[in-house]
């Protein structure tokens, strides 16, 4: 089975200042690793993705994020933030084999950017 | 190219009540999800249709099902409403059952 854990349910950070979202995940398998975001009314939008190649993954809109295995981390970072990216962000796991396309996700993290 | 979309944007309903959302998915893709999203909460995974076929399910009660049609669009049927089934229904499309999830708008659902 699937788990994933997010740390801190809102995140609060001054305009141009490092975002740091943290993810830790469980899975028996080798996973695969997203993240959404999710703005107010709208449906989920994938930032990125892991898929075993690169540990480093770029995403859209400057984001970034770090496979660990050793800390069965996939943190989310940005080096500056917008106010734009004021949302909410949710990190899932898939497994393979006969999990197929079913996402875990967590239970999300609200970025508050302030001026 | 139109992405996936969901119908209805909102629906309030009473306990016990039947409810039918639909959903289209994003142009060449045969695989739909769908999921549950309580307030505050992530998605839960509610089931997966590929092939006209529940392919996997999560961890609901039959009170839902869902059907696919041959154009790929689907539907998800929630029988005998109970308030805690208030939540917002993201549908999710796919190339095959292993391709990324687009996720439509979702279907706000209010049981009174």
């Known amino acids: 089975a699937q788990s994933v854990t997010q740390l801190g349910s809102h995140v609060s950070v001054s305009e141009g200042a490092l975002v740091l979202l943290r993810c830790n995940y469980s899975s028996s398998v080798p996973p695969y690793l997203f993240w959404y975001v999710q703005y107010p009314n709208q449906g989920l939008q994938l930032l990125l993705k892991y898929t075993s190649a690169a540990t480093l993954v770029k995403g859209i809109n400057g984001f970034e994020a770090e496979f660990k295995k050793s800390e069965t981390s996939f943190h989310l970072t940005k080096p500056s933030a917008h106010m734009s990216d004021a949302a909410e962000y949710f990190c899932?796991?898939?497994?393979?084999?006969?999990?197929?396309?079913?996402?875990?996700f967590g239970q999300g993290t609200i970025l508050t950017v302030h001026p | 190219d139109a992405g996936v979309t969901q119908s209805p944007t909102h629906l309030i309903k009473t306990r016990g009540q039947q409810v039918t959302l639909r959903c289209s998915p994003k142009s060449g893709h045969d695989t739909v999800s769908w999921y549950q999203q309580a307030l505050g909460q992530g998605p839960q995974f509610i089931f997966q249709y590929y092939e006209e076929e529940e392919r996997q399910r999560g961890n609901f009660p039959d009170r839902f099902s869902g059907h696919q049609f041959p154009n790929y669009s689907s539907e998800l049927n929630v029988n005998a409403l109970l308030l805690g089934d208030s939540a917002l229904y993201l549908c999710?499309?796919?190339?095959?059952?292993?391709?990324?999830?687009?996720f439509g708008p979702g279907t706000r659902l209010t049981v009174l």
């Open positions: 899932a796991v898939r497994a393979g084999g006969t999990s197929y396309g079913k996402l875990t």
């Open positions: 999710a499309s796919s190339l095959n059952r292993l391709g990324e999830q687009f």
